[in-house]
C-alpha cells in the first residue's frame, strides 16, 4: 500500500509539477532532414501576412481568453502584431525601433529595442518563429520534434534563458514553409495557443502596415 | 637613585652619549612603527547625549560621498583634425578601458553608462517600500483607487494586458500588485532626474552635445580617510594615465579630492610652523644656553614622542596623526623641566652638586612644575572627545618619560 502511494506521489509530482517532463517524454531530437526541410522552406519566406486567434488558459480566470488580430512579417527585419478583438492594441517593428499602441491612447507611442527589454525579448520569439531561425532557437532552447507530420517542433528553454517559459509547441504547415501555431505553456501550468489562419506567404505588403498604427 | 645615576654617567659620557643615540633611534623606529589614523572622525565628540559622530557615519554612507566622477572630454577640440564620430568613439573607449582598469580592492565598481541590463524591480522595491513613502495625498489616491467603479475599471485593462505579448512577462507582476500602487512611489521618484541630459540614444552618460564622456566609480573608503583617499586618488590616476590617451582631459570629481587638499593643505602649514618653531626654539636654547648641550635640552624631550605614541597606541590601536600633533604641542611643555634641571646643576665644579640631586630627585610632587600640567590634563582627560583624551594620553606617557630623564645627559 506504501509502494502505491508512493508510485502516486511520483505520478502527481510529474505530471502537476514537472509538466517538461511529459514533452520531453514524448520528444525525440530533431532530425538532420527535418531541420533541412524547415530551413530549406523559410529561406523561400520574404513576407508573411496572417490572421491569428488567440486562446488564453489562466488559473485566474475560470473561462478562457478569446482574442483575434492579425500579423505581418517582412524579411528581414519588419514586423507587426496587433490585436483587433477584444481590445484593439499592437505594435509595428522596423529594425531596431517601433512604434506601440492602444485603443485607450490616441496615436502611437515609439520605443527602441535596446531601451525596452520586454519588447526586446518578444521581438526575439517572434521574428524566430517567423523567420523559422534554428540557429537562434539552438542557442536558446534545446529543439525536439513531437510529431513529424505536420512538423511540430517542442522547445524546451535552456536553464539560463528559463524564466516564466516552460516550454513551447511550435506546429509547421504541411509543406513547413511557415508556423500554423504556437502554444506558449508557462512555469505555473497556464498556457496560451496562437493559431495562424489564412496565411499568405511572399504576399505584396504595403511598407506602412510596418510604420505605424493605421487611422481607423 | 638619580643622585647614583648622575655619578656614573658623569664619569662614562662615552656610554652616555650612546644611550642617548640608542633611545633616539628606538625613539624614531617606534614612531614609525605607530599606524596613523589621519580620519576627522577621532576628533568627533562620542559621549552620551551627542549625536555628531552618528551623524558624520550616516552621511558618510550616502551613495554620493562615496562616488568618483572622471569627466572624459578633449582637450581642444579645434585642433582635432577626426570626425566627431571617431572622437567619440575614442571618448567611448577611453572609458571602457578606465572602467577596466578602476578594479577592486580600491574601487567597488565603475560604469560609464546606466546599470539598465541589470534586473533592478524597481516596481517590486517600490512596491515593498511604499508604507514608508505613503504620505496623506497618496493615501486618498490609494482610496480612489480601492472604489467599485476604479477596481472594474482596472481589472479590464489588465485582462487587456495580458492578452497582449507583453502580458507574459507582466502577469506575474499583476497578480502582486493588481492595483499597481507601486506607481504611487514612483511618483515620489519624479523629481530625482540626476541624469536628465544623458544621451538616452546612446545609453551612455555622455553630455547634450556629445563632447563629454562620464565615467561613475563606486568605492568604500570613506570621505574623512585621508590615507585611504590618497591611496584611492592616487589609484585613479594610475588608472588614467595607462588608459587614457593624452589629448583627452580627465577631470576627476570627488569629495576625496576635497579631503586631500584640505589635509595636504594642513600638513604643509603644519610643517612649515612647526620646522620654524623648533628651529627657532633650538637657536634660543644655543644662544641662551650657549653651550652645545642645549643641543640634547632639546632633542630629548622631543625624542620621547615616539615611545610616547607606542604608550598611547597600546590603548588605542590606531592614533590619530592630530593626537601625535597636539602631543608633540604639549610635550614641548616639559621641555622646561629639562631646563630647570639644566640650570640647577650647570658647571660640574659647582659644590653642592649632589645634594640638589637629591633634592630634585626626592621632592615633593607639588613642587615639579611640570605636575601642574598633570592637573590640567585632569580637565583634558574629562573632555568629552576622544582626540582630546589620546593627547592627554599621549602628554602623560611622554611626560613621564621626558620629565625623568633629564637628569641621565646633564654633565
Redesign the interface.
Known sequence: MAAIKILLSVVFFAVLVCPQLLVAAETVPLPAAIEQQITAAAHDVKTLHSEFA?E?Y?S??EEK?L?SGQFYYQRPDKLR?E?LE??V??FVLNGDSGKRW?Q?IAGSEPFKL??DR??S??AE??FAWAKADLDWLHKHYEIGVTQQQPIQLCLLPLAENNG?LDHLLITFSPDASYVASVE?H?SDG?Y?RINFKKTVVNGCIDSDIFADRLSD | MIGKLYTFFAHHTRLLLLGYLCFVVVSIICFSRVQRQENIEALLPDTDGTTVRRDFNLLQQAPFARKILIDLHYADTEDIQSTAIDNDNKLKQAAVELCKALQKPLFNSAIYAPPLSKKHRLDKLLLQVLPNLVTEDDLNKIEQRLTDKSITGQLHKLRDQLLTPQGWWSKRNIRQDPLQLWQIGAGHLRQLNPMSKADREQLDFVSADGTHRLVVVDTSVTISDVVGSRQLIAGVHRAINSCVPEDIVATIVSGHMYTLANADTIQHDLKVVLGTASAAILLIFLFLLRSWRALFVFLLPASVLGIAAVAVATLFPVVSGITIGFGAVLLGITVDFTLHVYFSLRGSDKPGQQQQLRCLSSQRSDQLPGLQYYVELSIAWSAPTGGILNDGNCFIFSSGFGGDAPSLWHG
Open positions: 488567440q488564453k489562466l485566474i480566470f481568453l482574442s502584431w490585436l477584444p481590445v492594441s499592437g492602444h485607450s535596446k531601451q520586454a519588447m525579448l518578444i520569439q517572434l516564466f506558449i508557462e497556464d496560451t
